[in-house]
């Protein structure tokens, strides 16, 4: 998208000096300065993207990479490996991540039960995930 809108700038400016426009000149520049915002955005935007490789993930993983930690887990989870998601998913709350409290609730609430993860739903609320906010919300409307 970025280099669209240069590409977009680059045209209504040169349209605008040749045909001697200026509200087609300062469209051109506020295109530029858009496509500017955008490279900047994306060149200091973290990578939200999930791992390539599970061995980019393994990695990560052990660097202590809590999200890392957490996509490892949910991969053991794809595979029914509970036992391996619970002690992966506990190591990446060790390391401070939010939504690995929440897929442990989720966890345990569908293996034991919600008064098991009840203090793992509040934990991760307490923390700001939205997600067991609201979902604690609508089991206590009170």
Same mark, same amino acid.
């Given at each position: /998208?970025?280099? &669209?809108? &240069?590409? *977009?700038?680059?045209? &209504?400016?040169? *349209? ?6 200026? +509200? /087609? ?20 935007? +973290? ?10 993930? !393994?990695? @990560?993983?052990? @660097?202590?990479? +809590? =999200? *890392?930690? =957490?996509?490892?887990? /949910? ?5 029914? $490996? $509970? ?8 190591? #990446? ?15 345990? $609430?569908?293996? $034991? ?5 009840? +203090?793992?739903? !509040? /934990? #991760?609320?307490?923390?700001?995930? &939205?997600? #067991? =906010? ?7 409307? #009170?």
């Amino acid at each position: /998208m970025t280099l &669209f809108l &240069f590409a *977009a700038a680059a045209g &209504f400016t040169l *349209a605008a000096v040749v045909t001697d426009n200026k +509200p /087609m000149l300062y469209v051109g520049l506020g295109i530029w300065i858009v496509g500017a915002l955008s490279a900047l955005w994306l060149w200091f935007l +973290p990578r939200r993207q999930g791992f390539r490789t599970p061995e980019a993930a !393994r990695l @990560a993983a052990e @660097a202590g990479n +809590p =999200r *890392a930690i =957490r996509a490892l887990a /949910m991969d053991a989870l794809s595979t029914g $490996d $509970d036992a391996r998601a619970e002690r992966l998913l506990l190591v #990446a709350i060790d390391h401070g991540d939010i939504d690995s409290m929440w897929e442990l609730a989720r966890l345990i $609430d569908r293996r $034991d039960g919600i008064d098991a993860s009840d +203090p793992w739903y !509040r /934990m #991760a609320a307490d923390n700001g995930h &939205f997600a #067991a =906010r609201r979902h604690l919300k609508r089991r206590d409307p #009170a």
